[in-house]
Structures are given as structure tokens and as C-alpha cells.
């Protein structure tokens, strides 16, 4: 089979170029079992998602406590720079003791500087908030992330899962006090975790936002790898209360509908829960999070796949969106 042809689209309102499948690379580093604890074998996961036209990698200061950055910056300088959109993301502590994590002017540059020398490069493409912080005021972070903005060491800047009127007061604020605004927004979203529907999203399409949804497969549920009647099994690291908690009788429903129309389409779960995704109008590129080259070629074949509006009505159908999730306030 051949390679699928990788898509671009711009970025929310910005002119930056980037593909319609995202590489998330929480997976890069050994913290977690879960993890591939390999560095090789995260290398050559990245190289072949550049080889197949990926240009967009997701990564954050707190993935294995700076590894996978490493990992991806050991990769990055055999390909040509420019063409690259590397994201990387601020908050969760990185070290104990005062200052080790938040939002605050000192952390937020402080851990930018760090980010550039563990990933090797002169500027970050997207810099993002990977969380809200309750305890420092948001002109203060808005203050630190416009001042590496105009320095040069961040192009553009992005935030993470908040509350809308979160989303909405940092929006603003930017507006009316001529700081840098937030260009994106990473939030939960997938056929079964629709809540940001009733949250983030009406805020992301109404200001133009760009929209890159983290877990688009829903912790491999979407995937088809679990069945009706499947307990979470402890020490296995998918099979936890996070995932527990999608096996509803809702949920089931639309995994059958996504099965079915797999079926018609000769093509995988997977890939059907990925086309639906990008069928999305808010939405610009889901961030894949594959463990293997198998995976990661499944998940890129998905850009060849066009579902109908009444294939996408059926996968919806059993779903009723609304905010608070259950289990995610």
C-alpha cells in the first residue's frame, strides 16, 4: 500500500502551515511503563512520521522531566528547520521546592530557556500553557509569554484544557491590553469525549482558534481495542479508571457505528475515528500519539478517508454533549 499524501491546513487565523495530523510525543521517555522507554525506538517513530509529510510535533516540558524533548531534538537537525512546526508546553513542576512549576513570569521563562536547550533549536514554533493557574494572575503569564515572543525564542503561543470562561478572560485580556494572543487551544475531543462541545469549542470557532484535540482515539477505545463486557485489569496501564470510564452503553454505541462503517469502508476503527475527527470544521490536526510505525502509518492513512455527513450523523447520534463531563470537572 502506498503512502497516504499528507494534508496541510493554516493554523486557526495565523498564516503557519502545518499538517493535518499532529505527532504527540507523551509517549517519548521511560518515567511511565507505558512509555517507549527505548530513545531509538522513539527516533525512528519520528523520522518516519516526518518521512510521511508530518511537519507538527507536540511535546512539553514535563514528558519524562525534559526526555522527550531530548528525543525530539535529536531528530529535528537532520531535517530542514523551517519546513518544522515544534510545539512544546509550560506548567506541571519540574522540580520541587519553590518556583518548580505554574504560570509565574520567572517559570514560564525560565523553562522556555530550558525547553530551546533540550530541544536544540533558536525559537519554539508554538509555546503553549498546558494548564490554567489558579495562583498567578493571567497578565502575568500573558506579560512573560509576549516578552519571548517579541525576544524571538516563541513564534506563536497557545493554551491547553480550561474552562471557557478561562479561555475567554485570557482572550480578552490580550485584546484589550495589546499582549500576544493565544493562536490555539489543545482540548480532549473524540467521539466519545464530546464535552468541550459545551465548552471550549464555541470559543475556539467564534474567535478563530485553531483546534488540535489530544487522545483523538479516547485511550485506544476508538480503536476497537476493548469489548462489551472488558474489565480494566490492574497493571496494565491502559486499563485504568480514565478508560474505565468510557465503557458506557452510549459510548458502545458509537464504537459499533464507527465498526460498521470501518467495515464498509474496508479500512480500521481507527482510521474512521481519526476521518471523523478531521471532518470537524473547529478542528485543524488531532494530535496521534502512536507507539509503533504500524500505528503511526494506520493513523496517516486516515487523511485519504472522507466520511459523509449521514456517516458522521450516525457516529454522533448516541452522544449528548455536555459540560461537565462525567469524571472530567
Known amino acids: 500500500m502506498p503512502d497516504s499524501e499528507m494534508?496541510?491546513?493554516?493554523?486557526?487565523?495565523?498564516g503557519l502551515e502545518v499538517s493535518e495530523l499532529c505527532l504527540g510525543t507523551m509517549n517519548f521517555g521511560s518515567s511511565e511503563p507505558w512509555m517507549m522507554a527505548d530513545a531509538e525506538e522513539s527516533r525512528a517513530l519520528l523520522r518516519r512520521a516526518l518521512d510521511?509529510?508530518?511537519?507538527?510535533?507536540?511535546?512539553?516540558?514535563a514528558y519524562s522531566a525534559g526526555e522527550s524533548e531530548e528525543i525530539v531534538g535529536s531528530v529535528l537537525d537532520s531535517y530542514r528547520r523551517d519546513e518544522m512546526v515544534v510545539a512544546t508546553?509550560?506548567?506541571?513542576?519540574?522540580?520541587?521546592?519553590?518556583?518548580?512549576?505554574?504560570?509565574?513570569?520567572?517559570?514560564?521563562?525560565d523553562q522556555c530557556?530550558?525547553?530551546?536547550?533540550?530541544?536544540?533549536?533558536?525559537?519554539?514554533?508554538?509555546?503553549?500553557?498546558?494548564?490554567?493557574?489558579?495562583?498567578?494572575?493571567?497578565?502575568?503569564?500573558?506579560?512573560?509569554?509576549?516578552?519571548?515572543?517579541?525576544?524571538?525564542?516563541?513564534?506563536?503561543i497557545g493554551a491547553s484544557t480550561m474552562a471557557n470562561?478561562?479561555?475567554?478572560?485570557?482572550?480578552?485580556?490580550?485584546?484589550?491590553?495589546?499582549?500576544?494572543?493565544?493562536?490555539?487551544?489543545?482540548p480532549e475531543y473524540n467521539a466519545v469525549d464530546r464535552h468541550e462541545e459545551a465548552n471550549l469549542l464555541p470559543v475556539c470557532e467564534s474567535e478563530d482558534i485553531g483546534v488540535i484535540p489530544w487522545s483523538p482515539l479516547g485511550g485506544g477505545f476508538l480503536a476497537g481495542k476493548y469489548?462489551?463486557?472488558?474489565?480494566?485489569?490492574?497493571?496494565?496501564?491502559?486499563?485504568?479508571?480514565?478508560?474505565?470510564?468510557?465503557?458506557?452503553?452510549?459510548?458502545?454505541a458509537v464504537l459499533d457505528a464507527i465498526r460498521a462503517i470501518a467495515a464498509d469502508h474496508d479500512v480500521t476503527?481507527?482510521?474512521?475515528?481519526?476521518?471523523?475527527?478531521?471532518?470537524?470544521?473547529?478542528?485543524?490536526?488531532?494530535?496521534?500519539?502512536?507507539?509503533?510505525?504500524?500505528?503511526?502509518?494506520?493513523?496517516?492513512?486516515?487523511?485519504?478517508?472522507?466520511?459523509?455527513?449521514?456517516?458522521?450523523?450516525?457516529?454522533?447520534?448516541?452522544?449528548?454533549?455536555?459540560?461537565?463531563?462525567?469524571?472530567?470537572d
Not at 52 to 61: E, K, Q
Not at 89 to 108: E, R
Not at 165 to 186: G, H, N, P, S
Open 89 to 109: 508546553k509550560v506548567f506541571f513542576d519540574m522540580h520541587d521546592g519553590p518556583n518548580g512549576g505554574g504560570l509565574s513570569k520567572k517559570h514560564v521563562i
Open 7 to 14: 494534508q496541510y491546513t493554516t493554523l486557526g487565523s495565523t
Open 52 to 61: 510521511l509529510g508530518i511537519n507538527f510535533i507536540d511535546t512539553a516540558n
Open 165 to 186: 470562561w478561562q479561555f475567554q478572560k485570557a482572550l480578552y485580556t490580550a485584546d484589550i491590553e495589546d499582549y500576544e494572543r493565544f493562536v490555539c487551544m489543545q
Open 227 to 252: 469489548e462489551r463486557g472488558d474489565e480494566p485489569t490492574a497493571g496494565r496501564a491502559t486499563d485504568d479508571e480514565y478508560t474505565a470510564d468510557r465503557f458506557t452503553e452510549e459510548n458502545w
Open 269 to 328: 476503527p481507527a482510521q474512521v475515528s481519526l476521518a471523523w475527527l478531521l471532518e470537524q470544521p473547529v478542528v485543524d490536526a488531532p494530535i496521534i500519539g502512536p507507539r509503533t510505525v504500524e500505528h503511526l502509518e494506520e493513523n496517516v492513512a486516515a487523511v485519504d478517508l472522507s466520511l459523509s455527513e449521514v456517516e458522521c450523523a450516525r457516529i454522533e447520534e448516541p452522544k449528548h454533549p455536555q459540560w461537565p463531563a462525567k469524571g472530567k
Open 113 to 156: 530557556h530550558a525547553s530551546l536547550d533540550r530541544l536544540g533549536v533558536d525559537y519554539i514554533d508554538l509555546y503553549q500553557i498546558h494548564r490554567w493557574d489558579e495562583d498567578t494572575p493571567i497578565e502575568e503569564t500573558l506579560t512573560a509569554l509576549t516578552h519571548l515572543v517579541d525576544e524571538g525564542y516563541v513564534r506563536y
